[in-house]
């Protein structure tokens, strides 16, 4: 039994331990996210003509258009499958951080998102990819 388990149970045991086990985790995904915005993930449309890459927070990095698409796509169109490849890519960056966080938490069953006291600074965070 952990410190934070003895303390969640009633029983206040070492606060001191319980400080620690928590500096500890907050280090732990501190490091994973670092980890995970150095990665790079991809996204294709449908056609497969546009490809975006985007970075571990949901940043865009590259987008390549292929120049077919240009020649038979019109302007609406190509807006389109640009926005498809780069959900594409935030959809396999959400994977990522997914395991992640199922790396970070041992196994235990994800937590319902509305009840998840993190969930509104994960929200703020991928926010702010978007805007980055």
Same mark, same amino acid.
């Given at each position: *039994?952990?410190?934070?388990?003895?303390?969640?149970?009633?029983?206040?045991?070492?606060?001191?331990? /319980?400080?620690?086990?928590?500096?500890?985790? /907050? =280090?732990?995904?501190?490091?994973?996210?670092?980890?995970?915005?150095?990665?790079? *993930?991809?996204?294709?449309?449908?056609?497969?003509? /546009?490809?975006?890459?985007?970075?571990?927070?949901?940043?865009?990095?590259?987008?390549?258009?292929?120049?077919?698409?240009?020649?038979?796509? =019109?302007?609406? $169109?190509?807006?389109?499958?640009?926005?498809?490849?780069?959900?594409?890519?935030?959809?396999?960056?959400?994977?990522? *951080?997914? $395991? *992640?966080?199922?790396?970070?938490?041992?196994?235990?069953? =994800?937590? =319902?998102?509305?009840?998840?006291?993190?969930?509104?600074?994960?929200? $703020? /965070?991928?926010?702010?990819?978007?805007?980055?």
């Amino acid at each position: *039994m952990t410190h934070s388990d003895a303390f969640n149970a009633g029983r206040e045991g070492d606060l001191r331990g /319980v400080i620690r086990e928590v500096g500890g985790l /907050v =280090d732990a995904v501190a490091g994973a996210l670092r980890e995970l915005d150095e990665q790079e *993930m991809t996204g294709t449309d449908s056609t497969g003509r /546009v490809v975006a890459t985007v970075s571990g927070s949901g940043r865009l990095l590259t987008l390549r258009i292929d120049p077919r698409a240009m020649r038979d796509l =019109d302007h609406v $169109a190509i807006a389109q499958v640009i926005q498809e490849a780069i959900g594409a890519a935030r959809e396999a960056m959400a994977e990522g *951080m997914g $395991a *992640m966080i199922s790396a970070l938490n041992g196994g235990l069953p =994800d937590p =319902d998102p509305h009840h998840d006291p993190l969930a509104a600074h994960f929200d $703020a /965070v991928l926010r702010e990819g978007e805007h980055g």
